[in-house]
Structure formats: structure tokens, C-alpha cells
């Protein structure tokens, strides 16, 4: 487990390797163009990464948010420079990955539960709630269960349509992981997955716009997508019951209480993710998975600018799309590892 202690006593060597990267390379690296290819969490905080490490280095770097499932598909065939996914990738996978790999935390985010049921702006879900709607238990939004937590609103009686992703999505794994973790049914019927086996006939939609835009377009539509993608379709989010008992939204102050608890493991994998003990209860971490070989120097090193850019330069932008920061000393940590394990290969 990575410390913030042992962290700091590292920043100065990661600081050292970082300036003379940025000045030994950055001429050669301008030529050099960066593809990758993965989660749709991300995607909005990439896009905006991307173009200001252009403006900043003159590297393009390209990235398709295909889901994380694919991100480390096309990682694995090394179709791509780089993969992105909010599931760490299995040690079954990481056997496969013939470059080696390095995992890299960009951001912390939430995953909303998103609604359209006309009428209602705000909604109260209990903690037990959701796992049972998108297990197909909860059926009509006036139930019972779902009513009790909303005393005054005038809930519809109207069919629940449950939406989901099509594709192997870290959003999904991310949701799949809370409602394990709220109920032994859901654990034991669906469980954590990227791409599980729903109950019933949900509606489905590709990366988080699909899902987004589902919900947009059914009425009695109930989905989850990261919070920015319900924020960029206007579409109501759900205030969920965490464990202490509260009624919280996906706000950045609830997420950033919420990944307080985090802990970092020596290979940047996040645990204590499932069930945080205050703050929004459906969050997660995202990473970039870099090769630790590529085929050559002026590629290598255009990915290590590109890290060292991401966990400096670019956390400072995360809170501007209401992801949050990783912690400077893990960020001091990951860029020493890239440095050190990142090589054109011979």
C-alpha cells in the first residue's frame, strides 16, 4: 500500500526525473501522436486533458471512448499507444498484455443514477432500492418502498424502465461493485461485472451518452451514467442512501468525501471503493494503462510526457468537470514509475 509518507519521500526523485524528461524530449515528441482507446467515465475530462497537453506540447493524442471493456481488448492487441478503464484489468488479462503495463489513476468520479419520470425533480432512493429495481423486484415508481422515502411527491404509477450499457463498461463494473455490496441477492443473482447478465429486458445503450440518451427519450427511464453526462443532457439525478443513513447527490463535495477513504495499492489499484462510510455512495476510479515497452524512444517518451502532464498540469483541471483530484503524493508516485519502467523496447 502506497503512504503518503513514502509518497513524499519519493516526489523529489519523480520531480528530478520529470524536468529532465520535459527537457530532453519534448523537441523530438512533437512529431509523435498518442491513440488510445477505452472507458466513456473519462471521456469529457480526457477530451479536455488532450487538447490543453496540444496547446502545451504539441503531441496530438487521439482517444475513443469504446468502454473499458474494449480499452483493454485493443490494449491487449496493442492496437492502441494506450487503454483507459475504471475496472482494473484481471490477472488473466494482465498476463496477455506482451508490453507489460502500468496502471495509472487519473480521477475520481461519480456514477449517477439518472431518472425521467414527469412530474419529479427530486428523488429519494433508498439504500436497498436501486439493487432491486435493476434486478426487476421494484416495478412501478409508486411502490411502496420507493414512496415511503419521498413523503409530498406525487410519484406516478408508471412502469420502471431500467436502463443499461450494451458494452463492457467500468461504469458498469462500478455500479455492479455498490449494489454487491448493499445486497447479498444482487451479489449472489448479478454480481460485479462489466458486462453482467440483467435480469428481465432492460433497455440498453452504448458508452454513457447511450445510456444518457435512453433515459432522456423514455418516460418512467431509470439508468446510471458518470455525473457529467447527467449534467450535459440536463437530466435529474437521484439522491442515494449511503451507509451512514443520509440522502446524498452525486455532488463534487459528496464524491470528494466519498473517495476520502481510498486507499492506493504499490500497483495504483484503488480498494475501499465499494461502500464508502460517508459522501455519495456510487463512486470510483479511473486509470490509463501505458505499455511498458514500445518500439520506440520518440513514442516512450511522448507517453511519459504525457503522465507527467496528466498528474500535474492536469489535475488541475479535473474539478472543473467535477472529477476529483488524485492525491499529489500517489501522483508524485506514479509519474517515478513511469519514468522508471516505461522503455523503447530494444
Known amino acids: 500500500m502506497i503512504t503518503v509518507n513514502s509518497a513524499w519521500q519519493r516526489t523529489l526523485t519523480a520531480s528530478v526525473a520529470v524536468v529532465a524528461l520535459s527537457f530532453g524530449t519534448i523537441g523530438q515528441a512533437v512529431a509523435v501522436s498518442l491513440k488510445g482507446a477505452g472507458a466513456s467515465f473519462p471521456a469529457p475530462l480526457y477530451k479536455r486533458y488532450f487538447e490543453e497537453f496540444k496547446k502545451s506540447t504539441g503531441i496530438t493524442v487521439s482517444y475513443d471512448a469504446v468502454g473499458s471493456g474494449a480499452g483493454i481488448e485493443q490494449f491487449i492487441a496493442n492496437t492502441v499507444d494506450f487503454g483507459g478503464t475504471d475496472a482494473p484489468p484481471s490477472q488473466s488479462e494482465i498476463d496477455k498484455m506482451s508490453k507489460g503495463v502500468v496502471q495509472v489513476p487519473t480521477a475520481g468520479g461519480a456514477v449517477a443514477v439518472v431518472f425521467n419520470l414527469p412530474g419529479v425533480s427530486n428523488l429519494k432512493l433508498p439504500r436497498s432500492a436501486v439493487a432491486e429495481i435493476f434486478m426487476g423486484k421494484i416495478t412501478q415508481w409508486n411502490d411502496p418502498k420507493i414512496a415511503k422515502a419521498n413523503p409530498g411527491v406525487n410519484l406516478p404509477n408508471l412502469p420502471i424502465k431500467p436502463v443499461v450499457r450494451e458494452d463492457g463498461s467500468g461504469t458498469t463494473y462500478i455500479f455492479t461493485r455498490h449494489l454487491s455490496a448493499t445486497s447479498p441477492l444482487f451479489q449472489k443473482t448479478v454480481n460485479v461485472s462489466q458486462l453482467p447478465n440483467w435480469p428481465g429486458s432492460p433497455l440498453k445503450g452504448p458508452q454513457n451518452a447511450g445510456v444518457a440518451n435512453q433515459v432522456k427519450q423514455t418516460q418512467g427511464a431509470i ?120 522503455v523503447a523496447a530494444n
Open 223 to 342: 439508468g446510471y451514467v458518470q455525473d457529467t453526462f447527467a449534467r450535459q443532457n440536463n437530466l435529474p439525478t437521484a439522491q442515494l442512501e449511503n451507509l451512514a443513513g443520509q440522502f446524498v447527490a452525486p455532488t463534487f463535495e459528496e464524491t470528494t468525501k466519498a473517495l476520502q477513504s481510498v486507499r492506493f495499492l504499490n500497483d495504483f489499484r484503488a480498494s475501499n471503493l465499494q461502500d464508502p462510510e460517508q459522501g455519495y455512495p456510487i463512486v470510483g476510479i479511473t486509470w490509463i494503462l501505458v505499455k511498458q515497452n514500445y518500439d520506440s524512444p520518440d513514442k516512450a517518451n511522448a507517453v511519459k510526457n504525457m503522465v507527467n502532464w496528466v498528474m500535474s498540469e492536469g489535475q488541475g483541471l479535473n474539478q472543473s468537470l467535477e472529477y476529483t483530484r488524485i492525491p499529489q503524493p500517489v501522483a508524485s508516485s506514479v509519474v517515478e514509475m513511469v519514468q522508471q519502467k516505461v
